[in-house]
C-alpha cells in the first residue's frame, strides 16, 4: 500500500535547550548482589530535536518523602540509542522518528539512608519539550524565545524503603513499558498496550494524569524537592479532552490505551503506573508520551465471514455457534472463513490489500490457539477478490465446562495501524468418553486410636477405561510427618494404583499438644485423552486419645484464695513487696517456674529466679522499692505474671498453670519541708509579717531555717535564695546556700545605706524570695518565704529652727550651757515641758547631716567648735556679751546671736 504525505521542516538553531522530548520514565530494578541499576528512559524526537540537546550523562536526585529531605545524588551515563520501529514498516514516512535512550548506573542504596517507613522519590528535570504541541503551551525559552509558558519535563519515581519492619524489602519498579511506535490517524480508532511489567508480581494500576512541567524554563533546571508544577493546558483543552477526541484518550486500569481522534496535530499526555502489594501501595512511576495525530488515506476494514463445511455459503458474520460431537473426525471439526476488502477494488491501493487472520480466546486465557490456524494465515487480495481459510478445532474443548467463545479477527495492512473486523465462533465440543476412576472399598474412615497405638489402612483405586491414575493426598492443615503419618501410593499395573496411609500416634515421638484431630484427603485423576477433571476421592477422619495427665497448681501468699489467678496488689515507693510463688503437682513430674513481665527488674532492682523442682518447685519474689528506674508519670502499673509448667509428662502436653499480680505503684508519702524566719536584730528593727521597715544604715540580722519531718528515709534539703526583686538593685547583702537533713539554716545579713538612693526617690523596696526542697522523688515538696524590706530615709526639713538666745552659765542648773538638741530638763523647767520641745536641730537623713557648729566673739575669734550635733557649749572664761554661732549641715547653715549673761 502507497501512502503520500507532505512533510514540512522547520530548522531551529542548536542549543541544549532545544525541543527535544518525546517522553520517557524512570526504571529502578534490584540485582542480585542487592545493588540498583537506576535507568531513565528518554524518547528523542529525531525530526524536532536538535542533537546539540541530547545529553551524555544526566544528574538524578533523590529525597525523603517524609520531609524532602535530599539523600543523594547519581550520575547516569548514557548507555544505547536505538530507533523505535512502526508496527508496520511500510507505514514510516518520516513525520514520526523517535530514538529511545537509556542512561544507567548501578548504585547502593544503603539501609541506613533509605529506611523511612514513609518512602523515597526521585527526580529528574530537563527542558525542553516539542515546540508544535498542540494541547499544551510549550514556548522557545530565551533568548530566543520569550519563554513564559514554556515546557520541560519531570521524570519522577516513587519507591519504598530497602528495609521493612527490620526486613530487607525486595522491590523493582515496573519496566519495560512499550512506546508510542505509530502515529493515529484522525476519525480512526487508535489502541496500544502501554503496560509495563513488575519483575516481583506486584499489582499495576494505570490511570491518566497532566504531565508535571519543570520548576523553570532552564535547559538544566537542577535539583528540586517538589512540588513539581503542571504544565499549562491550551484553552480547550485539559486532562478529559487531552485530544478533543470522540471518545478521547483513555487508559484501562491494565494499561490499554484507545482514542478516536477528531482532529490532526501533536498531543502530549501522562500516564501514572501504581505499585502495590498486599493492597498497600508502594510505589508509583510518571510516563509522559507525545501523539502524532494526521490525516490519513481513508481505508475500510476488511469483511469476515464463516460457515460450517456442511453449509453452501458464508453466511455467518459477527457470530456464528457451531457443535461437533465425540464422533466428529479431525478433518470434520473445522470450519470456513472467508476474508473480502474493498481497498483490493481501490486504485490508490493499488488494487491491492495484504489481509491476515488471528484466533484469540475470549471467554478463557492463557492458551495458544496459532494451531486452528491453517499453515498460510496470510494472503494478498487483488481486484476485490477474497481468501477463504479452514480453521480446525482440536478433540478436547480448552475450557473444563461450557463453550469456548473464540474471536477470528481479519486484519488488513492500513496506516498506521490495521483495520480489523472480527467473527466471534462459539464452540461446542464433545470430549471423548470417559469413565472416572473410584476408590475400593470404602470413601469415608473414621477412627479414634488410643495413643501408643499404630494402624494402617488401605484402600485401592480403579479406572474403568485402563487409564493411568494419579493419587495425591491433602491434610486439613498439617503435615503428614508432624503426626506420624506416611501416605503411599503406587500404580501397580495401568488403571490400578494401591494406596496405604500409616499412622503411629505415639505422643512422646510426635506433638498432640495443639491438635488431636485429624483429616486427611486421598484424591485419584485419571489420565484421560482430554485431562477432563474426573476426581474422586476418600475421607479419613482420624483421632488419637490422650492419657490423662495432672494439671500443675500455681499460688502465691499475697492472699489467702489460692486459687486466685489475678491478684491486684499496690505499693508505694520507699516500700517492700515480698512474696513467694509455689507450684506443685499430684505426681512427680518436674516442673519449671518462670515469670514475665514489664518490671524492669535489673533497672529497678527487683529479684526473682526462675527453678525447677520435681512435685514442688518455689521461689522468692523481693523488690525494696525505690525511685530508680521509675517514672510513674509514664508508668506506674506493671503485670508480673508467674508461670509454672510441667515439662516432662510422656506426651509432652503444654501443662500449665499461671498467677498474675497486678502491682500499682504508688507515688512516696512525703510531709512537706518548712521554712521560717527569724530576725536577729533584738532593736532598731521589727519583723512584722516577713516585712521590715529600716532607715539607712541600720544592720539587719536575719536567720532562715528549714526542717523536714521525714523519717523513712530522711530527705536531704537545700536551703536557696532564689531571686532578688527591688525598685533598685540591692547591693551588699550576704547570704550562702546551705544544704543538709532535718534541718538547715544560714543567716541574711545587710547593712543598706545611702547609696542604694537613686535622683531624689529616698524610698526603695526590695523582695528577697527563699526557699527550702527536699529531695524525695516524684513528690518532693517545697516551702518558700518572701522577704519584704522597706528602706526609707528620714524626711528632710528645709527652714527655721528654734535656737536659744540666751544663757546663764552661773552653775544654778538653769540655761548653764548652748546647746540645740538634747537639752536636759533642768529646775528652770516645769511640768512636762522640755526644752527639746521647744528647740531643736532637723535629724540627719541621706541629703542633709549635720556637719558642725563654730561660735566667735564679736571679735571675730572662734571660742568653741563642735561636729557633735548634741555639742555643749558652757562658755568658760567668757566675759558676758554677744556671741554668734554658726550651725552648719551638708546643704544648710542656721546662724545667730547668742547672750551669755550672769
Known amino acids: 500500500m502507497k501512502r503520500l504525505i507532505l512533510l514540512l521542516l522547520v530548522l531551529l538553531p542548536i542549543y541544549a535547550g532545544a525541543s527535544h522530548i518525546v517522553g520517557g520514565e524512570f526504571e529502578m530494578l534490584r540485582l542480585p ?56 514498516n511500510q507505514c514510516a514516512d518520516g513525520s514520526l522518528v523517535t530514538n529511545k535512550i537509556i542512561y544507567t548506573a548501578v548504585t547502593d542504596l544503603p539501609a541506613r539512608d533509605f529506611s523511612d517507613p514513609a518512602g523515597y522519590f526521585m527526580e529528574y528535570q530537563r527542558c525542553c519539550r516539542n515546540y508544535s504541541i498542540t494541547n499544551i503551551y510549550s514556548e522557545i525559552p530565551p533568548p530566543q524565545g520569550s519563554g513564559r509558558r514554556y515546557a520541560g519535563q519531570t521524570f519522577y519515581l516513587e519507591f519504598p524503603p530497602v528495609m521493612r519492619n527490620g526486613k530487607e524489602f525486595i522491590n523493582s519498579s515496573p519496566h519495560l513499558f512499550p512506546p508510542l511506535s505509530d502515529y493515529a490517524c484522525i476519525n480512526r480508532r487508535y489502541y496500544v498496550d502501554f503496560a509495563g511489567v513488575d519483575d516481583d508480581g506486584d499489582s499495576l494500576a494505570y490511570s491518566l494524569v497532566t504531565p508535571l512541567n519543570t520548576r523553570s524554563n532552564q535547559a538544566y533546571p537542577g535539583a528540586s524537592p517538589g512540588p513539581f508544577p503542571d504544565v ?36 502530549v499526555f ?132 461450557g463453550p469456548m467463545e473464540i474471536g477470528i479477527i481479519a486484519f488488513d495492512d492500513a496506516c498506521a495501524l490495521p483495520l480489523s473486523d472480527t467473527l466471534k465462533v462459539t464452540v461446542n465440543i464433545q470430549p471423548p468418553p470417559n469413565q472416572p476412576p473410584t476408590f475400593i472399598p470404602t470413601h469415608t474412615i473414621s477412627e479414634t486410636l488410643q495413643e501408643g497405638d499404630a494402624r494402617t489402612w488401605n484402600l485401592r483405586a480403579v479406572d474403568p477405561d485402563g487409564d493411568s491414575v494419579m493419587v495425591s493426598a491433602a491434610t486439613d492443615g498439617f503435615l503428614l510427618a508432624d503426626a506420624g503419618m506416611i501416605f503411599q ?37 485419571d489420565k484421560d485423552q482430554c485431562d477432563q477433571r474426573n476426581l474422586d476421592e476418600a ?82 519474689f523481693s523488690w525494696s522499692i525505690a525511685c530508680a528506674g521509675l517514672d510513674l508519670a509514664k508508668k506506674d502499673s506493671f503485670q508480673i505474671q508467674f508461670i509454672v509448667l510441667d515439662s516432662t509428662n510422656k506426651c509432652r502436653l503444654l501443662k500449665t498453670d499461671t498467677v498474675m499480680v497486678k502491682l500499682k505503684v504508688l507515688p512516696p508519702p512525703n510531709l512537706a519541708p518548712k521554712l521560717s524566719l527569724v530576725n536577729l536584730n533584738t532593736t532598731g528593727t521589727t519583723l512584722t509579717n516577713n516585712t521590715m521597715a529600716v532607715l539607712p544604715g541600720t544592720p539587719i540580722q536575719l ?53 542604694l538612693f537613686r535622683g531624689d526617690v529616698f524610698a526603695n ?60 530638763a533642768g529646775s528652770c523647767y516645769s511640768g512636762s515641758v522640755t526644752p527639746d520641745e521647744s528647740v531643736g536641730l532637723p535629724e540627719d537623713n541621706c541629703l542633709d547631716r549635720f556637719e558642725k557648729v563654730v561660735i566667735v566673739n564679736r571679735w571675730g575669734q572662734t571660742v568653741f567648735t563642735s561636729t557633735d550635733r548634741h555639742f555643749r557649749w558652757y562658755a568658760q572664761h567668757e566675759a558676758a556679751g554677744v556671741f554668734f554661732y554658726d550651725i552648719r549641715f551638708t546643704h544648710q547653715r542656721f546662724k545667730g546671736s547668742l547672750t551669755v549673761a550672769y
Open 33 to 88: 548482589n542487592g545493588q540498583f541499576r537506576i535507568n531513565m528512559v528518554l524518547y528523542f524526537d529525531v525530526v524536532n530535536g536538535a542533537q546539540g540537546a541530547k545529553d551524555d550523562t544526566v544528574h538524578v536526585y533523590f529525597y525523603r518523602k517524609a520531609d524532602r529531605f535530599r539523600v543523594k545524588e547519581l550520575i547516569l551515563s548514557l548507555n544505547s540509542e536505538k530507533l523505535v520501529n512502526y508496527t508496520q
Open 232 to 267: 499549562q493546558w491550551r484553552p480547550g483543552f485539559d486532562l478529559q479532552h487531552i485530544t478533543g477526541g470522540k471518545p478521547d484518550l483513555r487508559i484501562t486500569p491494565e494499561g490499554f490505551i484507545t482514542v478516536t481522534p477528531t482532529q490532526t496535530g501533536l498531543f
Open 270 to 401: 501522562a500516564v501514572k503506573c501504581e505499585e502495590f502489594r498486599d493492597g498497600i501501595k508502594i510505589g508509583e512511576t510518571r510516563r509522559d508520551f507525545q501523539m502524532l495525530v494526521q490525516d490519513c488515506q481513508i481505508s475500510v476494514p476488511p469483511f469476515i465471514t464463516g460457515k460450517q463445511l456442511s453449509e453452501p455459503t458464508f453466511s455467518a458474520h459477527g457470530v456464528m455457534s457451531v457443535s461437533f460431537a465425540n464422533t466428529v473426525t479431525d478433518q470434520n471439526r473445522c470450519i470456513n472463513v472467508r476474508v473480502a476488502d474493498e481497498d483490493s477494488k481501490d486504485p490508490l491501493q493499488n488494487f491491492q490489500e495484504t489481509i491476515r487472520i488471528r484466533a484469540v480466546a475470549l471467554n478463557f486465557r492463557n492458551k495458544d490457539l496459532s494451531k486452528m490456524l491453517p499453515d498460510i494465515s496470510i494472503a494478498r487480495l487483488t481486484n476485490g477478490s477474497t481468501a477463504d481459510f479452514t480453521i480446525c478445532f482440536d478433540k478436547c474443548p480448552l475450557v473444563p465446562a
Open 489 to 525: 501410593a503406587s500404580e501397580t499395573t495401568k488403571g490400578i494404583a494401591d494406596v496405604s496411609l500409616h499412622w503411629d500416634a505415639y505422643c512422646h515421638l510426635y506433638d498432640f499438644n495443639h491438635r488431636t484431630t485429624f483429616q486427611v484427603k486421598v484424591f485419584v485423576e
Open 539 to 620: 475421607t479419613f477422619n482420624l483421632a488419637v486419645q490422650l492419657p490423662f495427665f495432672p494439671d500443675p497448681h500455681l499460688d502465691t501468699d499475697l492472699t489467702a484464695d489460692p486459687d486466685e489467678t489475678i491478684v491486684p496488689v499496690s505499693r508505694s515507693v520507699f516500700e517492700h513487696l515480698d512474696f513467694n510463688v509455689t507450684g506443685d503437682i499430684t505426681n512427680q513430674d518436674t516442673l519449671r517456674l518462670s515469670m514475665i513481665t514489664d518490671l524492669p527488674l535489673d533497672k529497678v532492682g527487683a529479684t526473682f529466679t526462675g527453678k525447677k523442682a520435681v512435685h514442688q518447685v518455689s521461689s522468692p
Open 703 to 755: 536567720n532562715l531555717t528549714g526542717t523536714d519531718t521525714d523519717v523513712a528515709p530522711i530527705d536531704h534539703l537545700v536551703l536557696k535564695l532564689d531571686s532578688v526583686g527591688g525598685t533598685v538593685p540591692p547591693e551588699g547583702y550576704t547570704f550562702q546556700d546551705a544544704q543538709g537533713e532535718t534541718e538547715v539554716t544560714s543567716p541574711f545579713t545587710w547593712q543598706p545605706d545611702c547609696s
Open 765 to 824: 523596696e526590695y523582695r528577697f524570695y527563699f526557699s527550702v526542697k527536699d529531695n524525695r522523688c516524684i513528690t518532693g515538696a517545697a516551702d518558700t518565704v518572701s522577704l519584704r524590706i522597706n528602706l526609707a530615709d528620714v524626711p528632710h526639713t528645709n527652714g527655721p529652727v528654734q535656737v536659744p538666745n540666751i544663757i546663764t552659765p552661773n552653775g544654778d542648773g538653769c540655761n548653764d550651757y548652748f546647746a540645740v538638741s538634747g537639752i536636759e
